[in-house]
């Protein structure tokens, strides 16, 4: 979708030539429930004539089904596509617009206000360059502005745009438009946020978000799209520090052999020496190619294919740097985490973790704090729990590449996979290397060992004439399950349970944590009551 132009009538290869060489801006909506944020969404569209005739009859058509605003027309309904959404008049799931005006090319992304869909804002916020805060004017500063406030600058996002909204309700007041922006303020000074410019607004009438409102003569400053249009986001590109992760090996005969991905940080020149990581194997670049031909030059952003002087061994999920130049590799590292399923973070339990383009396994050793959205302050944890931000210890059973995410996000940022269902449970942004302390925290616990294992460790003993072979099948679903057991003697049983092991006995054993009564029992029986026992 894109603004009407004349040159789409005249001159069409013109029109998409300019078209192709409009800057790009990513920005989302976020803040509290009910603030407007898809309402605003649809404004803007609207009001710059970026939504078709058809929309537009549909969205009328709608309003007055699953509208919340009378005889106007929902805006909201452009963006709230789920049914759950209408019927609640919430937003649920990110959902992004494409639109172009004369200067720029934008993407949307339309987040969630409530808590627990924090994870879904922060999925959002990831790849955008500015976040359009909303507050209700009638309510201020609130728990999830704040919330939203801090993630967005955990992701290292410098421009923010707080829309107070429905200023229509409060007679468009002036006091009450410097109170809110004090308080945000005094809130934003806490964070890493730059560039913060305060707006008021009313999203449903459209009052300052693209055209300038006649009912605030008091504000002088720029409109939301006047300020979208104008931001300067090129500078916060990180030109110095060269990252190409290799997402790609392309082979396609015996005389090409180039490495693909797209530069995360930093520029890149054909006859500039390169290390590749993890194996610390030299050469120099010797042609950057891309669909459109040779570059003499490559910058962040750009998805290319370098070709390298030297035959050397480089494969996907390794990192490309300029020799000089180098990133952090270690295995073990600090992150602040943004957890994201209901099943809270265990210390211990090994995770799959993916970074740039690798991938590898690790655990979560120590939580450092849990961080109060609110008041910024930090508390002790031992675990996280859903939509909770905590800076915690990770130890990976590799050395990977990584930089911290405020310097070079691209290489500094991983996400944390369920080992059994492989779903996205968690987000981590890279503080640093952390310090080896494995003396200094002594030794393990029965407690880590179970929680590593995800089992209580016990002496199980199994009574019946085939007390063997109900021993030996039940190691074997074991197993299977992920679950580390055993099979031991009554004598060496307890040794089992002290490495955090299952002791699986046939017969009886003094001082067995559980007895059972397997005769003629199956071995999925014995499960069920393992688990009942709280065993596995």
């Given at each position: 979708m894109s603004n009407q132009s004349e040159l789409i009538a005249s001159d069409i290869l013109e029109y998409l030539k300019q078209h192709e060489n409009k800057q790009m801006l990513r920005f989302l909506t976020c803040g509290n429930v009910d603030d407007g944020k898809s309402t605003l969404i649809g404004r803007l569209l609207h009001d710059s004539k970026m939504i078709y005739e058809d929309q537009l009859a549909a969205i009328e058509k709608d309003s007055a089904k699953s509208g919340t605003t009378g005889n106007k027309i929902d805006l909201a309904l452009l963006m709230d596509g789920l049914a759950a959404e209408r019927e609640q008049g919430i937003t649920i799931d990110v959902a992004y617009r494409y639109f172009s005006t004369t200067k720029r090319k934008f993407i949307i992304a339309d987040t969630p206000g409530h808590e627990q869909y924090t994870r879904n804002m922060a999925t959002g916020a990831s790849t955008c360059d500015l976040a359009i805060i909303l507050i209700d004017a009638r309510y201020g500063v609130q728990t999830q502005t704040k919330r939203h406030s801090f993630i967005a600058s955990l992701l290292g996002i410098k421009h923010v745009v707080v829309a107070i909204n429905k200023m229509d309700l409060m007679g468009f007041d002036e006091a009450r438009f410097h109170e809110i922006k004090k308080d945000y303020q005094e809130f934003a000074d806490k964070l890493n946020l730059p560039n913060v410019h305060c707006v008021p607004m009313s999203a449903l009438d459209g009052d300052n978000v693209v055209d300038r409102s006649t009912r605030s003569p008091w504000y002088t400053g720029q409109t939301l799209m006047e300020i979208l249009e104008t931001v300067e986001v090129s500078k916060d590109k990180n030109l110095v520090n060269f990252r190409l992760p290799v997402q790609y090996v392309n082979r396609p005969n015996l005389d090409f052999r180039g490495f693909c991905g797209t530069i995360a940080s930093g520029t890149i020149k054909p006859g500039e020496t390169i290390m590749a990581l993890p194996s610390q194997k030299t050469s120099k670049v010797e042609r950057i190619v891309t669909f459109d031909g040779d570059l003499e030059e490559g910058f962040a952003g750009q998805a290319v294919t370098l070709t390298l002087e030297d035959e050397i061994d480089i494969s996907r999920g390794d990192i490309i740097v300029k020799i000089d130049d180098q990133p952090i590799v270690s295995n073990k590292l600090n992150a602040n985490i943004v957890w994201m399923t209901e099943k809270p973070m265990t210390v211990g339990k090994p995770y799959d973790l993916k970074f740039a383009s690798s991938a590898t396994a690790g655990t979560f050793t120590h939580v450092h704090h849990l961080i109060?959205?609110?008041?910024?302050?930090?508390?002790?944890?031992?675990?996280?729990?859903?939509?909770?931000?905590?800076?915690?210890?990770?130890?990976?059973?590799?050395?990977?590449?990584?930089?911290?995410?405020?310097?070079?996000?691209?290489?500094?940022?991983?996400?944390?996979?369920?080992?059994?269902?492989?779903?996205?449970?968690?987000?981590?942004?890279?503080?640093?290397?952390?310090?080896?302390?494995?003396?200094?925290?002594?030794?393990?616990?029965?407690?880590?060992?179970?929680?590593?294992?995800?089992?209580?460790?016990?002496?199980?003993?199994?009574?019946?004439?085939?007390?063997?072979?109900?021993?030996?099948?039940?190691?074997?679903?074991?197993?299977?399950?992920?679950?580390?057991?055993?099979?031991?003697?009554?004598?060496?049983?307890?040794?089992?349970?002290?490495?955090?092991?299952?002791?699986?006995?046939?017969?009886?054993?003094?001082?067995?944590?559980?007895?059972?009564?397997?005769?003629?029992?199956?071995?999925?029986?014995?499960?069920?009551?393992?688990?009942?026992?709280?065993?596995?």
């Open positions: 109060d959205v609110n008041t910024l302050e930090q508390r002790s944890a031992e675990e996280i729990q859903m939509n909770e931000i905590g800076l915690v210890q990770v130890s990976l059973d590799k050395a990977v590449p990584f930089d911290s995410y405020a310097r070079i996000p691209g290489t500094g940022a991983f996400i944390v996979i369920d080992r059994l269902t492989n779903v996205t449970i968690g987000a981590g942004m890279i503080v640093g290397e952390a310090a080896d302390d494995s003396v200094e925290r002594g030794p393990l616990t029965a407690d880590e060992k179970a929680r590593r294992f995800n089992q209580k460790p016990a002496i199980v003993a199994i009574n019946a004439t085939n007390a063997e072979q109900l021993v030996s099948a039940l190691d074997r679903r074991l197993f299977e399950m992920g679950r580390v057991a055993g099979i031991a003697n009554a004598k060496d049983a307890e040794v089992l349970k002290s490495a955090g092991l299952v002791a699986l006995v046939a017969g009886g054993a003094d001082g067995a944590d559980v007895s059972l009564a397997a005769e003629n029992e199956s071995v999925e029986s014995l499960i069920a009551d393992l688990q009942e026992q709280g065993i596995i």
